[in-house]
């Protein structure tokens, strides 16, 4: 049985998104004691501070996943050179009302894949800044820009050969990472 929940957040809500398929795959490379969910934030309205008194369910639901959780992995595209809007605004509720963050003091790690040469690096610059003000602990290394090519996967949908070394590297580094700021 899992002794660690890691919550997963996708930041794209594209059926066919290469960081969804990822978040899949790097899930299977976990340790046996780790559980990995991923959450949904398609359906989150759009942040407003004037709702922070009375937040929609599916805002709810968000931060009792968050809170049930051990860690966060951030698996996110990159979009104009950042976050999509809907990462940054899940990342907006959770956060709030001021002083009620689910993401305080969560070890966080941050991933991503692009077709793009430097993979998804300028995006999770950007994020890294975010969760910073969040209090999250995050993972510094190793980094991980994935450019999506057509090793990347195999057959059946796990992270392919040419790349598998160090997508495994990247998950146990974050694994200790996690056991590091969870005491255990």
Not at 18 to 24: G, L
Not at 102 to 112: E, F, H, Q, R
Not at 124 to 133: D, G, S, Y
Not at 135 to 145: D, K, N, S, V
Request: net charge neutral; glycine share 8%.
């Amino acid at each position: 049985m899992a002794s660690y929940r890691i919550a997963v957040i996708v930041g794209s809500l594209r059926r066919d998104s290469f960081n969804r398929k990822f978040a899949t795959a790097l899930a299977r490379l976990g340790p046996a004691d780790f559980s990995f969910v991923q959450l949904e934030i398609g359906d989150l309205p759009l942040y407003d501070q004037d709702d922070d008194d009375n937040q929609a369910a599916p805002v709810k639901r968000l931060k009792s996943e968050i809170a049930a959780s051990h860690g966060v992995i951030f698996v996110t595209p990159e979009y104009n050179r950042s976050i999509p809007g809907v990462l940054k605004n899940a990342i907006d509720h959770a956060s709030r009302p001021y002083g009620d963050s689910s993401w305080k003091d969560k070890p966080a790690g941050v991933i991503g894949v692009s077709p793009g040469a430097i993979g998804t690096a300028l995006a999770q610059q950007h994020l890294r800044n975010i969760l910073a003000c969040l209090g999250m602990p995050t993972l510094g290394l190793p980094e991980a820009f994935i450019q999506a090519n057509d090793s990347l996967f195999d057959a059946e949908g796990n992270i392919g050969e040419r790349s598998r070394k160090f997508v495994q590297g990247w998950m146990d580094t974050y694994a200790a990472w996690v056991r590091l700021h969870t005491g255990a």
